[in-house]
């Protein structure tokens, strides 16, 4: 937590002892950190603020020690603290600061930032780029340092004043609220905009790091999601002596993808360009509309004819969803990329051919994808394909929604039925016509999808857990980000003209950003841009552990191939089984089997203590700060046991483990970071433990592995220890 009386990267410890409440009673808190009196009135008013329903009182004994009295409303007692009170508690927002929700797409892509990877990392072929992985600790748990990144890169043209560079940026960060944005996952997913932040910009001499050196070095850092300024810059200065030969700046541009996408990082570039040409300084206050305002608008959506349209255009459980045949592990890990370019007099071919016929050449490339879908299941006959399809988002009934910088596109999926005996213009009108009814509904995601999609009347409910259900619902078929593929069309995002003539004039050119291998939000993407020349360029980007280096070449060829043959068919009637007869000799790519996720133990014992002390258990979740129980567990002295369970667990296991774990006189003193502590929490209250079993709850908020561990023995020893 942060406040003006608190150290940056302070963590707060609230201590509950679950005891039987009488009816209407309070629920009594401990409050243990680095909290002044001020400090601890501050959180107790905005709790009071926020949920009026329940009285709050406070009392301060010293600094770093109140109590907070919390009484349910009159009609009845309650069973649990509500996850936002909880998250309101555990993780106060920042002064001056506001909090968002996290939902759709970008909930997706943060529970992915948090789970670690099941594999190592590697390098990215052709890019010399490798992958930060997550940084799970040894207790399976993330605490969202995420090397998920995305990286754009450019050569500057002209004078370079890197003082005026950095104010530009800073300038940007002090319009734009995205830029001064964290993630809080505490008890449930929010975006916490901070009132103030400052651009993370370095600069780096050729002669100390190699330009792949230093985009290794640079996506290892990862991002620490629980601070703001998910952006940063770093610049590679020109090569000693200037000559004509010698190598210009170089800047690298980083962004966590659960933030931006990356036509929000275009439109801040734009934004940073502005500022540049203007001596450093951008006119104007902070830019409205924004995340604040597409939340509110986000928040007033009728979801009635959404949900009947998914109710029957979700994917079926038989649609082929991968472009290889399976096949054994690849050897490989890491992120690979492929590029290959057609010539603008191919591409204008391809789009001449499909305009004929109706459609947008991003329909020709969704074409061709369904096709390779097809060929790689191996059927004869029709059979439904599905893949994700990535939409803007800005296209919405928000005015101003095309200048929002955020995370605004999402991935979602696009399911047609592929008969190779059918004409090959009917499944391009298919897929057009699939697309349109998409763009009707840019703000649905995977997450409200399975929501909405009809359950079999059979279907099991899902189990009961600290977090959202993570897997597809039952009957229905992978969504993209499930397993599945993406496609994604983007488009130019070219300077005003009046902009370019402005830093043309000072001897500055603005070059396109290139992109480097990165988060491709799933096993494989598929994207396609044009360059400044009229050429589309397709983009393989892909997970080496599932597409080996080989099979990624063959996929990308084919794919290339069906594109420049496609305005070969230009009769009514040829199909796409004589598309696909163009591959006939070819060799079909193959995918490594998807690994199920391994099963966590029940219960697992970090340090035996005394056989007569008590227990310490710590639960982990997704999302606990990676490090911190390792940390906690070298740097208790006590006799106490100390075990993990997972808070995922299936009921009715984690009960029976936790009460074989105490055993006969022995008490529990239930842990967690983070998530982890809602997750200790919830299991308290639902463990039919005997009285006394689980003596109390210790909860943390979110800091870096040193902070979480710290403020988690704080609540410990709170516990073990009387107070003097």
């Given at each position: 937590m942060s406040s003006q009386g608190v150290p940056r990267g302070a963590v707060l410890a609230v201590v509950h002892e679950p005891v039987a409440l009488s009816p209407g009673g309070p629920l009594v808190l401990e409050l243990r950190g680095p909290l002044g009196p001020a400090d601890a009135e501050t959180v107790a008013a905005r709790l009071a603020q926020r949920h009026r329903a329940f009285g709050v009182a406070l009392d301060s004994h010293r600094p770093g020690h109140h109590t907070l009295r919390l009484t349910p409303p009159a009609a009845g007692g309650f069973a649990a603290l509500p996850a936002d009170l909880l998250a309101d508690l555990l993780a106060p927002p920042p002064p001056g600061g506001e909090i968002l929700p996290v939902t759709g797409h970008q909930q997706t892509l943060l529970r992915a930032a948090l789970t670690p990877a099941p594999t190592g990392t590697g390098t990215p072929v052709g890019t010399g780029t490798g992958t930060g992985g997550t940084g799970g600790s040894s207790d399976g748990s993330d605490g969202g340092d995420g090397g998920g990144v995305e990286q754009l890169y450019w050569d500057w043209s002209g004078p370079f004043d890197v003082a005026r560079f950095a104010a530009a940026w800073q300038s940007v960060v002090d319009r734009?609220?995205?830029?001064?944005?964290?993630?809080?996952?505490?008890?449930?997913?929010?975006?916490?905009?901070?009132?103030?932040?400052?651009?993370?910009?370095?600069?780096?001499?050729?002669?100390?790091?190699?330009?792949?050196?230093?985009?290794?070095?640079?996506?290892?850092?990862?991002?620490?999601?629980?601070?703001?300024?998910?952006?940063?810059?770093?610049?590679?200065?020109?090569?000693?002596?200037?000559?004509?030969?010698?190598?210009?700046?170089?800047?690298?541009?980083?962004?966590?993808?659960?933030?931006?996408?990356?036509?929000g990082v275009h439109l801040l570039l734009r934004e940073f360009y502005r500022a540049y040409a203007a001596g450093g300084v951008l006119p104007g206050g902070e830019r409205r509309p924004d995340l604040r305002d597409h939340a509110r608008w986000l928040a007033g959506q009728d979801t009635t004819a959404a949900r009947q349209f998914w109710a029957r255009a979700v994917p079926p459980p038989r649609a082929a969803t991968r472009p290889g045949r399976p096949g054994g592990a690849t050897g490989q890990s890491g992120p690979g990329l492929l590029d290959t370019r057609l010539r603008a007099p191919e591409t204008f071919r391809l789009r001449s051919w499909a305009a004929l016929r109706g459609a947008a050449e991003s329909s020709a490339l969704h074409l061709v994808w369904a096709l390779l879908l097809y060929r790689a299941a191996g059927v004869s006959g029709p059979l439904p394909v599905s893949f994700g399809v990535q939409l803007s988002g800005r296209d919405i009934a928000l005015p101003g929604a095309a200048g929002i910088p955020g995370l605004l596109d999402s991935p979602l999926p696009m399911t047609v039925t592929v008969d190779p005996a059918a004409p090959l213009a009917g499944l391009l009108h298919q897929v057009r016509d699939t697309l349109l009814d998409l763009a009707a509904y840019p703000w649905a995601s995977t997450e409200t999808i399975r929501a909405w999609a009809p359950r079999p009347p059979a279907a099991p409910a899902p189990a009961a857990g600290p977090g959202p259900v993570a897997g597809p619902a039952a009957g229905v078929g992978p969504l993209c980000g499930a397993g599945g593929t993406l496609v994604r069309f983007d488009g130019p995002l070219v300077l005003p003209k009046v902009l370019r003539s402005e830093l043309a004039a000072q001897g500055v050119h603005a070059d396109t950003p290139r992109s480097a291998a990165g988060a491709a939000g799933g096993p494989l993407t598929l994207a396609a841009r044009h360059d400044t020349a009229g050429g589309l360029v397709l983009g393989l980007f892909y997970d080496r552990a599932q597409l080996a280096d080989e099979d990624a070449a063959a996929l990308h060829s084919q794919c290339v191939r069906l594109l420049r043959a496609l305005p070969e068919f230009r009769q009514a009637q040829a199909s796409a089984g004589q598309l696909l007869d163009l591959l006939a000799r070819a060799a079909t790519p193959r995918m490594a089997r998807p690994v199920p996720p391994a099963a966590h133990p029940a219960l697992t014992v970090l340090r035996p203590g005394h056989p007569h002390a008590d227990v310490i258990c710590l639960v982990t979740a997704p999302g606990v700060p990676a490090g911190s129980y390792d940390l906690f567990v070298r740097g208790h002295r006590g006799p106490e046991e100390i075990v993990a369970v997972h808070g995922d667990g299936a009921p009715g296991v984690l009960p029976a483990a936790l009460h074989q774990a105490a055993g006969p006189g022995r008490r529990l003193v239930l842990c967690g970071c983070g998530p982890g502590g809602r997750a200790a929490y919830e299991l308290a209250q639902r463990t039919p433990h005997a009285p006394g079993m689980v003596s109390a709850v210790v909860m943390t908020g979110i800091g870096d592995a040193a902070a979480s561990a710290s403020a988690l023995a704080r609540g410990v020893r709170s516990v073990l220890t009387p107070p003097p």
């Open positions: 734009e609220c995205v830029l001064r944005a964290c993630f809080d996952w505490v008890a449930a997913p929010r975006l916490v905009l901070h009132a103030r932040a400052e651009a993370d910009i370095a600069v780096c001499s050729p002669a100390a790091v190699t330009w792949p050196q230093l985009l290794r070095r640079d996506r290892a850092r990862g991002f620490a999601l629980h601070r703001p300024g998910l952006l940063r810059l770093t610049l590679l200065a020109a090569e000693p002596g200037g000559g004509a030969g010698a190598a210009p700046p170089r800047v690298l541009l980083t962004y966590h993808p659960a933030l931006l996408d990356e036509r």
